[in-house]
Structure formats: structure tokens, C-alpha cells
């Protein structure tokens, strides 16, 4: 019973791990919502952002891991005497709830950067494009003013002899 009550209380530690990480990950969508929303796009924050949630996605999918394996020892005796771990049935089912609801809110915003980005992205496209397009016309005057400035091919005629 001991020994139960111990995976019990790692199974509500993992949750509450869970919870600091899934909140420190909406956290940081939410930044990379603000540099989105910057008039110049700054793509080293934005990647270094992206680093700092990956870390801590592949701590989550740890965490998870480790709640299933315990949970999987446990699950059976549980059952079998709910009324006696109640309160950290209860708990558990709390924690559950918290970490569904910031689980779905990271979800909606990071649909709402990810349009953000792609739009931002075209913004970025159509810069190098507009760019590229204006070098190009600077490269063809200077070499249009070039060859007119050759003598062999002169435009103007001496009507004098």
C-alpha cells in the first residue's frame, strides 16, 4: 500500500511538472506571437524561441512516458480500490482538466502564428523578389549607359562636312 502511494504522489508530481512546462510553452508562443506582430521580423529570436520549445516538448513527451510506464504498473490496483485513493484520483482528474484546457490553448495559438508566419514569410518572399527586380533594373541602365558611351557606336552624326 506503501509503495502504491508512492507512484501515486510521481504520478501527481509528473502532472504538475507537466503543468510548468505546458505553461512555460504557451509562454513562449506567445512571444513568438509578438515578434510576428514586429514590423521588421527578427528570424534569430524567433528560431531561438523555436529551440527553447522543442526542449521543452521533448521534456513533456519524457514526462509522459514516465507517468505511463508508472501508471500502467499501478492501474489495476487502483481500480480496484478507488474509494481508498480518492483523493489522488481527484487530484489527478484536476490536473487533467488544467493541462487539457492549456494543452488546447497553445493549440489555437500556434494556428494563429502559424498564419502569422506564413504571412510574414510572403511579406519576406515579395521583399527579395521586389529586390532582386530593382538590382536587375539598376544592372540594365548602368549597362545601357555604358554602351552608349562607346565610341564605335555613337548615336550623333557631324552634318557640318
Known sequence: MAGINTELDILVEVMEKKEKLLKELLS???KQEALLNEE???MEAFDEIISNKQEKI???NTLDDGFKMTYEKIHLQLGADK???KDY???MKEKIVVIGELGVEIMVQEEKNKVKFLIAAKNEKNKMKDFRKSKQTVANYYSNMNNQKNPERSYFFDKKK
Do not use: N
Request: glycine share 0%; hydrophobic share 40%; proline share 0%.
Open 28 to 30: 513562449d508562443t506567445k
Open 40 to 42: 521588421f521580423f527578427d
Open 58 to 60: 521533448d521534456q513533456v
Open 83 to 85: 474509494d481508498l485513493y
Open 89 to 91: 484520483i481527484t487530484a
